[in-house]
Structure formats: C-alpha cells, structure tokens
C-alpha cells in the first residue's frame, strides 16, 4: 500500500465515527461520473486557483464530488462547491469533459477496502472504478468570499495559477484547459464584473487581461478601445495631497456589461 493510502486509513480510522457520518451508500450516486470544478479569483496582481489540501497529507486538488441520482448536473456542481469550501458561486458553467481512461490510475486506493469494514469497502470500490469528470469553472471576486476547508481537508486556499503544486489525478490537465477556455472565450464571459472588486484602477484592469491571455498589452490602446465600449463608469479623483497624480477609480455599469457579454464584448478578436 502506497503512503498516501496508508495515511489516508490511519486518518480514517482514528475518525471512524465522523466518518461513519460522512461517507454515505454510495448507491445514492450516479456511478462513474464525478464533478470538478476550477475556481478563479483575481487579487489585483495574479490569477489564482482554489484548491483544496488533503487532511494529513501533502496533497492538492480541485473541489470536486459525486452527483446524487436525483440531482441535475449544474445543481450538484453549485452544492459540492458549497460543500467542500463553504462558498456560493454566481458564475458556474460546465467547460468541458474528461474522459482518459487512465486519468485516475495514479491515485487508485488498492488494498485498502478490506481493512475498513462497513460502509467503507463500498465507498473504496465505488472510487475504485473509472470515473469520466465534468469540469465546471467558476469566476470569482475573491476579496468577498472566505473559503474553509470540508472534514476531509485541511486547507482550502488560492494559490497562484503559476506556482500551483503538483495535482491529484488529472487535476493539472483540468486547470490548463480551463485556462484555455477562458483564453478563447473571455469576449463571451463575464471576466471583468466577476473577477475586480467594485471600484478599481484601469492598471488593474489591465494586469487582468494580461494574465488572461498571458501577454502584455499597450496602455494606451487597451484603455482607448475599452472606454469606447462604454460599460465603464468613471468615478472622480479624492481631493487629498497629491490627487492629482492619483488614477482616475472606475466600476461597471452592470446592464451596458452584461448586455455586452451576451453580444461578445469585441475586445478580442
């Protein structure tokens, strides 16, 4: 038995009762189909990605679950996420699905079932078995949202989506091609009104859209095309020492914003 899993039965067992509790008949869940989701906040300098540590154990991954037979898809993408980090997400959308057949052969749990008794053999051979993801991606204001960890976790933090460590499964592929999508589809989502705070400068405007699409940007085009679009409002400087050096604040006009979302923005070509 590998490290992982025999920390993983220590950590079991010495929490039995707890878990007794938490891991349900895995007969309550579509079989062979699981949830991950890729959530992105902004901190005015990074793209950073939720992640979720694996209590005792120096391992990352999405937050992710199972779905219940009676459950819809989206519906249970928007519970495991309120489940596994304790946040309500206003941008959710399935992005794409992942069905490698050895996408989960690295992490299997041999050896394990038959030295846990009841219920937890079910729930070992239940993720034992192939499972095709669906990756849903979430765009967040990370300044108004306190992530905690699940029972099963000790951390759930943002980590810069350039210094992320080493993921579970296939979670490094699902990242990459989440960021592919945002890339290719940042006219269509609402990058800017989910991403930014509520006032902010048109540098960090900006630094968004170059972490994006990984490339810089010339100021003065960048601010020229996106006040042309009009969903900027742009609010006075303070009168304090030194304003007139200050940038100018700016926040959304959330109907021109959205109204041109469901167009395409037009920004990128």
Request: hydrophobic share 40%; proline share 5%; net charge positive.
């Amino acid at each position: 038995m590998c490290k992982l899993h025999i920390n993983l039965y220590l950590y079991i067992m010495d929490n039995k009762k707890q878990y007794t509790e938490l891991l349900v008949d895995p007969s309550s869940f579509l079989p062979g189909v699981s949830i991950d989701c890729v959530v992105i906040g902004f901190d005015l300098t990074e793209l950073n990605i939720l992640l979720l540590q694996l209590k005792k154990h120096d391992l990352w991954m999405l937050p992710g679950g199972f779905i219940h037979l009676n459950e819809d898809m989206d519906q249970a993408a928007t519970r495991i996420l309120e489940e596994r980090t304790g946040i309500k997400l206003p941008y959710l959308k399935q992005f794409h699905t992942f069905g490698d057949v050895n996408r989960r052969e690295n992490t299997k749990f041999p050896g394990v079932n038959h030295m846990l008794g009841e219920p937890f053999e079910k729930m070992i051979a239940f993720l034992e078995k192939r499972f095709i993801s669906s990756g849903y991606l979430s765009l967040v204001d990370i300044r108004n949202c306190a992530p905690t960890p699940d029972a099963m976790s000790d951390e759930c933090t943002w980590i810069p989506v350039n210094l992320l460590p080493v993921l579970l499964y296939d979670h490094g592929d699902i990242v990459k091609k989440a960021m592919e999508q945002l890339r290719s589809r940042i006219n269509y989502m609402p990058v800017g009104i989910s991403l930014m705070p509520e006032k902010f400068t048109m540098k960090e405007f900006q630094t968004l859209y170059e972490k994006i699409l990984n490339k810089s940007l010339d100021r003065g085009n960048f601010q020229k095309k996106m006040l042309k679009l009009e969903f900027l409002v742009r609010h006075e400087k303070k009168l304090s020492g030194g304003a007139h050096k200050a940038p100018y604040l700016y926040s959304f006009n959330k109907n021109r914003y959205n109204e041109l979302v469901e167009k395409g923005i037009g920004y990128i070509n």
